[in-house]
Every structure is written in structure tokens, then in C-alpha cells.
């Protein structure tokens, strides 16, 4: 089993940044995709960012130029790092990782979350 710990979130004002974290923890043999999503009250859940596990990275349109994900594969952790945030981006952010066993199967683990707000 593996576990994601996000942290990062909280109450920011429109134009101002925060950064989120996310540490995927227990029986790991390889880590692949890592990635947030969000999700705003009323809506579907949504792709913010992935980042492949060589650093290869896609964004929603909605926050490219603005978000910027990365990784630390040595400590299975990934990062967003949120800029010029706007009241349109508060949700809760779901961290993902892609676990690869030692038999080439994959399964994705989910992180429960953590509550971004962007208002003055």
C-alpha cells in the first residue's frame, strides 16, 4: 500500500502564491506519474499538472505560466508551486501517484486532499 500526505494548503489572497506538497509514503518499489488535480464545490475534478517520473510535464491550460510542478524522486514527493492565484483556482487539490510494482503493474494512489482558498 502506499500513502500520500499533501500539505501546503490554506487561505491566500488573489495575486498571492502558495506551494503545496505531497509525500508518498509505505511500500513503494517504483513511482511513476505524479500529479494534482482539483476539485471546486459544485464541479467535476479536474487536471491541474502531471509530472512523469523523467520530469516531463503537462498543465491545464487554466494555470499554465502560473503553476509549475516538480519532483523529488529520492524522497517520492512532488511539488506545485501556485503563482498569481485567483479566486477561480480555490478548490481542493488531490495529490496522485502512479505506483509501479515489481511485476510492471500499475495502480494509482490518491492523497485525501488538501482545501485551497483565494479571497481577500
Known amino acids: 500500500q502506499v500513502q500520500l500526505v499533501e500539505s501546503g494548503g490554506g487561505l491566500v489572497q488573489p495575486g498571492g502564491s502558495l506551494r503545496l506538497s505531497c509525500a508518498a509514503s509505505?511500500?513503494?518499489?517504483?513511482?511513476?506519474?505524479m500529479g494534482w488535480y482539483r476539485q471546486a464545490p459544485g464541479k467535476e475534478r479536474e487536471l491541474v499538472a502531471t509530472?512523469?517520473?523523467?520530469?516531463?510535464?503537462n498543465y491545464a491550460d487554466s494555470v499554465k505560466g502560473r503553476f509549475t510542478i516538480s519532483r523529488d524522486n529520492a524522497k517520492n514527493t512532488v511539488y506545485l508551486q501556485m503563482n498569481s492565484l485567483k479566486p477561480e483556482d480555490t478548490a481542493v487539490y488531490y495529490c496522485?501517484?502512479?505506483?509501479?510494482?515489481?511485476?510492471?503493474?500499475?495502480?494509482?494512489?490518491w492523497g485525501k486532499g488538501t482545501l485551497v482558498t483565494v479571497s481577500s
Open positions: 496522485y501517484a502512479e505506483h509501479i510494482s515489481r511485476n510492471s503493474y500499475s495502480n494509482p494512489y
Open positions: 509505505g511500500t513503494i518499489f517504483s513511482i511513476g506519474t
Open positions: 509530472i512523469t517520473s523523467i520530469g516531463s510535464t
